[in-house]
């Protein structure tokens, strides 16, 4: 068998399971916060909605002309305010963080 096609079949069998465990994540954070009464906030718009939902809001550094969010939020993921009281909002974020150096992603993650 040519050598290309088992590449490509190895790193379909791999996305999938990725879009899987993303979809997972996605949903049960969903569930969480509709739980704890609170909106869903989603990092980075999902490309087509393949990988997850969009959430209640969906923040990103710009919108996209493939965003389909409908509740698009212009932010940077660094400075998210740090006047959104505690417990009153979940965050899902996929696939961004390793986008960022390593002290941006810790001020992404303490803001």
């Known amino acids: 068998m040519n050598p290309f096609v088992l590449i490509a079949c190895y790193e379909g069998i791999i996305y999938a399971g990725e879009?899987?465990?993303r979809w997972d994540t996605y949903v049960r954070a969903r569930t969480h916060a509709r739980n704890f009464g609170?909106?869903?906030l989603v990092v980075?718009?999902?490309?087509w909605g393949l990988h997850h939902g969009h959430g209640d809001a969906t923040l990103d550094l710009e919108h996209k002309w493939w965003c389909k969010c409908p509740n698009p939020v212009i932010a940077d993921i660094r400075t998210i305010d740090k006047r959104v009281p505690p417990q009153s909002i979940v965050i899902f974020s996929s696939h961004v963080l390793e986008h960022?150096?390593?002290?941006?992603?810790?001020?992404?993650?303490?803001a």
């Open 19 to 21: 879009a899987a465990e």
């Open 38 to 40: 609170v909106p869903l």
């Open 44 to 47: 980075g718009c999902p490309k």
């Open 100 to 110: 960022l150096s390593e002290d941006d992603a810790k001020a992404a993650m303490a």
